[in-house]
């Protein structure tokens, strides 16, 4: 059984760790370096501070997927306008996880204040293309 739940500082390290592995594996995060946990920790605490959604994934004992509500833009116009982020641990892909992680995450939008939410999806990840229509749609 899978429990979405809001993240707390605890989950940082799991977090970071999948985070860290599609830096590696994917063509998805537009990063090219890991991220050292310090970052990870300030980018967590910059979220919470501009009342932006970061959950989790668990299982009885793991954490196996994380998502989030980012800032799209500063400028003005788009401040009812945030982008979502979804990372599964490889071994939990396909699983219905990302779709419950991305419901969660249109409730927290809703329940925020904003009105518009954007995906960005990397070429070939037909996976995330195939993750927003079914939710979305």
Known sequence: ??????????????INNIYNTA????????????????????????????????????TKDKIVGWASLSKWSHKEGYKYT??????IDNNYR??????????????????????NLIAQIAEGNSSSVKLHKKTWV
Do not use: C
Request: aromatic residues 6%.
């Open 82 to 87: 945030v982008e979502n982020s979804i990372y």
């Open 23 to 58: 830096v590696k594996s994917l063509n998805v995060t537009m990063d090219i370096k890991s991220k050292p946990l310090e970052e990870q920790k300030k980018w967590f605490k910059e979220h919470k501070e501009n009342n932006l959604s970061v959950i989790v994934a668990k």
């Open 1 to 14: 059984m899978i429990k979405i739940r809001e993240a707390t500082i605890e989950d940082i390290k799991a």
């Open 94 to 115: 396909k699983k219905g996880i990302g779709t419950k992680l991305l419901k969660q995450l249109i409730i927290e939008a809703k329940e925020k204040g904003y009105n």
